[in-house]
């Protein structure tokens, strides 16, 4: 035990020794004193408290009756525990000098609270060091109870951080620790009493905005060495968590976003790519499409020139066969019905004159249809027009004549 009451007020049995090992022989004097006339009592039970402090043991007090202690619940208290709160105890101490401060405060209730503090400005704060925490209605009570005095409460679990570092999945921890990560502002203090070091702890977790999925849920801790921290008289912890903890998150969101922009990016080529793929298949489709059509075409043409060379044939031997037929041109005069009918001037003839000269597609053969199916006088004015274009010097016509009259069987 460290604490016990001396005449209605509190002594602790560590102030006799500080942290550098320097005795206060004013303060044990009095404590000796005080225990060897019985006036030391247990704050729990009443008993007669002794103070102890040897060559060896730290100082400390204890049930003056064995029996007695072994049955009152302050002298279970365990070591660890006083350590935290003296931990605390003296940091805040150290902080604010004139705080008053007192380890295992009794409210007039009966509620205990493991440090009490009532700042110059007013401010009163408890601090709970819990070592486990298995009923949630106990919290919740006390909680309720410090709103309604207007006491602020800081809840800091006990804990090795070795332990913590191994666990660092949510429901992995202890209630207590997930209660307190969902309760106390996201925030979960843990206090390792020997390594005298205080975690701290909180969510991290990253929406993102567009698909409104979490991206990130997980429990982000910076240790800290109890010296390096400040405990405001408001119950917040004063240090660069909050700092460390933003800069982690920014880092890691941009570069999610970073990575997310570098695979639309990669997405976005891909569906070019693809789309460009698409493209040559299809032109290289339509190419082939467009080369087999003008194979066809070339077919058709093909066919279309053997037909006609065929009918030009059919034709020809037509011509024989009739010319063979009627004998004598003079014969035929007036005997074809209908032909004379037509209108003919020079101009007919010199039409298709011209377009046998020029080389017009059955322009030789309707010469030849002409003169064979007519008279004299057809003769006379096709031999007239050809002279006409034969005395001017034109070669090709001469050419054309002689073969006019020669499939007419005029020449
Ligand atoms: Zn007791």
Redesign the pocket.
Known sequence: MQKCRLNGEAVYAFKVKDENEIVDVEYEKMLRRASEKGQLK????E?DIIFKFGNIKIPHFA?KNDL??GG?S??RESEEHIQGKKLLLNLILKAYPDVEAEMRYRFYNGKRADLYFKFNDGHQLVIEFQRELNSLSYWEDKREFYQSINVTDLWIASGKIDEFENILREYEFIFQHRLFLNDNNNMLFVLDVERKELIIASKMVVNDEETNEIIMDRIFYKIYDINDIRILPNGTIDCEFDKEFKHSKDTFVQAYLQEKRRIKEEQERLRKELEERNKKMIEEQKGRYKEEQERVKQLIENINHINNNFEKTEGFSEIKYRRKGYGQLNYKQGSKKGYNDYVRNDDYYKDKVNKAISGHRYGIENLVRILVNGGSTEYVTIKELFEIEISKGNEKAKKVFDEVMKLSGLD
């Open positions: 247990c704050e729990d039970c008993a049930h007695l202690g009152c302050y002298s």
